[in-house]
């Protein structure tokens, strides 16, 4: 089972002149902490407008950053949104990445999940799918040597050759973003690495596990040629001290993200609220005190612990033959100590 970090890059209200340089500068000494520590991949997101939860836009900056920094740690869109962007600027941006960073890129992709991200970019919510797998189509042969064209019905692209090319041939190993069974097994049938960002239990992620390699080995239905990616990756929320208690109490960041993703997922398409009419942390800290049940029960699930609990937890996701577990530590207003001081004693 291999290990990786996971970033939204949360920032809260309420914001300071200099919060989102310390986000940043934070999060990349974290990623060359895990690096050095051995963890095996950096998983970064790419959400825009998204006030709070994610701080964001441009994935591809914050891990060829990372890249000059560390050495081994592989770095991983978790995702690149396929919707928003024209294939030949993501063709163009991985194989940049790949070449800064020796090889090390991992190419996740996804479709975007509310209305407030597609909107601005004139996509249809109802019609994202349908664009993923068309962009999908066009930008798998951009990596290859030579021109290619692609004429679509979300994209059409004259001959042209795509360059730079990427390090790794042909192209950087395909992940796409899963949030529940039916996109697993979608992923399974595509032939790429399935990113679960849904916190399971161990019995759950079995399931996940057999719907994933069940079409994967008997539905296969790629979208173009490629290699496939078979692995699934399980994101986890992270925080490890030296006692249970002390783990809960660092990681308060952690029903934050749990509290987002709930205000946010109720409403038609996922719409976010008009810029600046919702103090997410203040709602979030009005939850907790209405809601102390709610806050302890998010506080006793996933990777939170000491490292004798952790280590029980994790030989129960063992058995269900998860590939790989994505920790998310770097949530709420958790500290940049407790989080490198997480990633040190889960290390050792």
Known sequence: MKFGIFYELQLPRPWTPEGEYTLYQNALDQVELADRLGYDFAWEVEHHFLEEYSHSPAPEVFLAAASQRTKQIRLAHGIMQLTTVHPARVAERIAALDLVSRGRVEFGMGESASITELEPFDRDFAEKRAVWEDAVRAVIPMFKEGGCEYHGTHFDFPLRNVVPKPLQKPHPPLWVACSALDTIE???????????????????????????????????????????????????????????????????????????????????????????????????????????????????????????????????????????????????????????????????
């Open 186 to 348: 979608m992923a399974g049938r595509r032939g790429m690495g399935a990113l679960a960002f849904q916190f399971l239990s161990a019995d759950a992620a079995h399931a996940w596990v057999h719907a994933y390699y069940n079409a994967f080995t008997k539905r296969l239905d790629k979208l173009t040629d490629y290699v496939t990616n078979p692995n699934i990756a399980l994101t986890s929320y992270f925080m490890c001290a030296e006692t249970d208690e002390e783990a809960r109490r660092r990681a308060d960041g952690i029903p934050f993200f749990q509290f987002a993703l709930r205000f946010y997922g109720l409403s038609p398409n996922r719409k976010r609220p008009e810029p600046g009419t919702v103090n997410l942390w203040d709602e979030y800290e009005k939850w907790k005190r209405e809601n102390p049940d709610g806050l302890a029960r998010a506080l006793s699930g996933g990777l939170i612990g000491s490292p004798e609990t952790l280590r029980h937890r994790l030989r129960r996701f063992e058995t269900s033959h998860i590939d790989q577990v994505i920790l998310l530590n770097q949530a709420g207003k958790n500290t940049h100590e407790h989080i490198c001081e997480s990633l040190e004693l889960f290390a050792r």
